[in-house]
């Protein structure tokens, strides 16, 4: 089966770094996504990993360990238009549609 | 930049009614998906299609059906609506996915809709 889990919420302060985790069960992985979702907006890409590792992209990265089934999105120097919601994706081969988790609530705070 | 539109932001229609929600995507990609977003559950597909004429049930297509004449249109059907079905609906695009981002889905605004 398929199977994405992510932390429902999340709390950060202002100018913190915050580590949202995903783990994932799919088969004949492809690939793991991330979005970002503002309230009553729609997803908006923001990292793809498919190898092993970590990917860098300004504030925003993400780490892949296929091994583990784990994945990771780090956000740096948090500002508070990064308080969305962030979903973890998965890919699989065969051209089969993402497996989306639910989702993170990120809020930062003052 | 990828484009991808929905007809209508908000909609509010009443029970029974027949309700057709269009996306239309500018790109080319051969993929086109409906979801609907609910508190709490998450993003949830409906149906998807690879190519024109050609359509996939996904996870939840009980009460809807969909229409892909054309390459760019793909429309989700209600055909009679319920309260239930009382959502955030999100159409997305992406090119035929390989080994490579291409599996990259894009969004469109997404359709409130409210059935009473």
């Known amino acids: 089966g398929q199977n994405i889990d992510q932390p429902t919420e999340m709390t950060a302060t202002e100018g913190a770094i915050v580590q949202i985790n995903c783990t994932y069960q799919?088969?004949?992985?492809?690939?793991l996504f991330w979005y970002q979702q503002h309230a009553g907006e729609a997803p908006t890409f923001l990292s793809y990993n498919v190898l092993d590792g970590l990917e860098e992209k300004g504030r925003f990265s993400s780490f892949l360990s296929r091994s583990k089934g784990y994945s990771y999105l780090l956000l740096k120097e948090l500002q508070m238009k990064d308080s969305a919601s962030y979903l973890c994706a998965a890919g699989s081969i065969g051209n089969t549609p993402l497996v989306f988790g639910k989702g993170t609530r990120l809020s930062v705070i003052a | 930049d990828v484009k991808v539109t929905q007809s209508s932001r908000y909609l509010v229609k009443r029970t029974g009614e027949k309700v057709f929600l269009e996306c239309v995507q500018d790109m080319d990609h051969e993929n086109m998906f409906w979801y609907r977003q609910d508190p709490g559950l998450g993003l949830r597909l409906i149906y998807f299609s690879y190519d024109v004429k050609m359509k996939e049930k996904g996870d939840i297509p009980e009460g809807y059906s969909v229409s892909r004449e054309k390459k760019e249109r793909f429309s989700l059907i209600l055909e009679s609506a319920s309260t239930n079905q009382t959502s955030m609906y999100l159409c997305?695009?992406?090119?035929?996915?390989?080994?490579?981002?291409?599996?990259?889905?894009?969004f469109g605004p997404g359709t409130r809709l409210t059935v009473l």
């Open positions: 997305a695009s992406s090119l035929v996915g390989t080994s490579t981002s291409t599996d990259t889905q894009y």
């Open positions: 799919t088969s004949g992985f492809n690939g």
